[in-house]
């Protein structure tokens, strides 16, 4: 069954950056469309950036346009966040998940098969 190791949360102030991983183990990442989600106490879980299983249809949540960028490597089965300008509202825990075949960027948590264990972004004003 398909693993994540997700690395690259932390604490950053406002304005910085960070990149998040997901490494991809036990199965082939070019058979999975990826999300990105995120989660803040007290609200839903929602939908941060979705890639297709091919890389050529991305989705972003209209707050990180312009800021967030996904991208994917298949030869190191990994995938990245990377979060430029940074703002406090950004704080969450951050899950990767994996949708088997997913051929679009459709970015509907609930079609999604795999997750991951979640990393904490934290973003100080």
Known sequence: Q?????????LVQSGGSLRLSCKV??????????????QAPGKERE?????S?????????????GRFTISRDSAKNTVYLQMNNLKPE???VYYCAARYLGSTSQCDHTIFD???QGTQV????
């Open 47 to 51: 939908g941060v950036s979705c890639i």
């Open 2 to 10: 398909l693993q994540f190791v997700e690395s690259g949360g932390g």
């Open 114 to 116: 795999y997750w991951g």
């Open 25 to 38: 183990s036990r199965a082939t990442l070019v058979n999975y469309g990826i999300g990105w989600f995120r």
């Open 122 to 125: 934290t973003v100080s004003s």
């Open 53 to 65: 299983r091919g890389g050529g249809s991305m989705n972003y949540a209209d707050s990180v346009k």
């Open 90 to 92: 950004d704080t969450a």
